[in-house]
């Protein structure tokens, strides 16, 4: 299985996204993207932006271009689409839901079996949700000290509207798909289109 090893903060600069986005508090004096760079050409920003999405959520590039094909055939805006498709990721709700500090520990946690959907065990980081299922943490995990802690901060976790957290159960409901508005980092995904169009 491939796996990206890109060092998190060097990457950040580089395309120009805050750490924080990827649920890192670490952060440098400079400004992610601030190094003075020549400009890009349309190709360049087409790609940038791809690499950052990408990034975000640590998916390679042919997992990426079959997203963009679900996303090319599915009504509506394609680079909406894609983002909605990216949303629904397990291990993105996982995160999501605040029980992972990072989305790179969400998809090590769901590899590792901690989570159910619908009752049913699921540990493939790429699963896509629907709205109306349920994500919960397995009973057997709910002891481990990780998930004490982490339940513990839930108070001060900010949850998407489209996610119906119960902290109690530590569970999710997907009340609804994400919506462009939701995306809480700057893209431009008519670039991505873009890019895959040609």
């Known amino acids: 299985m491939a796996v990206n090893h890109d060092p998190i903060l060097k990457r950040c600069r580089a395309l120009g996204i805050s750490p924080a986005v990827l649920g890192y508090d670490k ?15 349309k190709y360049g920003t087409q790609l940038k932006e791809k690499q950052k999405v990408k990034f975000i959520y640590g998916v390679l590039e042919n997992q990426f271009r079959h997203y963009y094909e679900m996303a090319a055939k599915k009504e509506g805006i394609t680079g909406e689409n894609l983002l909605q498709i990216l949303e629904s990721r397990l291990d993105n709700i996982v995160w999501r839901m605040g029980l992972a500090n990072t989305r790179r520990e969400a998809r090590q946690l769901v590899t590792h079996a ?3 959907v619908n009752g049913q065990k699921v540990d493939i980081p790429s699963y896509l949700v629907k709205p109306g299922d349920v994500i919960a943490l ?24 489209w996610l119906d957290l119960n902290k109690a159960a530590l569970s999710a409901k ?7 508005e939701d995306i809480d980092y700057e893209v431009e995904e008519q670039h991505i289109v873009e890019l895959y169009s040609k």
Request: cysteine-free; hydrophobic content about 30%.
């Open 27 to 41: 952060s440098s004096n400079r400004n992610p993207g601030a190094d003075k760079r020549k400009k890009l050409s």
């Open 138 to 161: 397995k009973e057997t995990s709910r002891s481990s000290e990780k998930f004490k802690a982490l339940a513990e901060a839930l108070d001060t976790k900010i949850v998407p509207k």
């Open 174 to 180: 997907v009340v609804a798909y994400s919506t462009r």
């Open 114 to 116: 901690h989570f159910t």
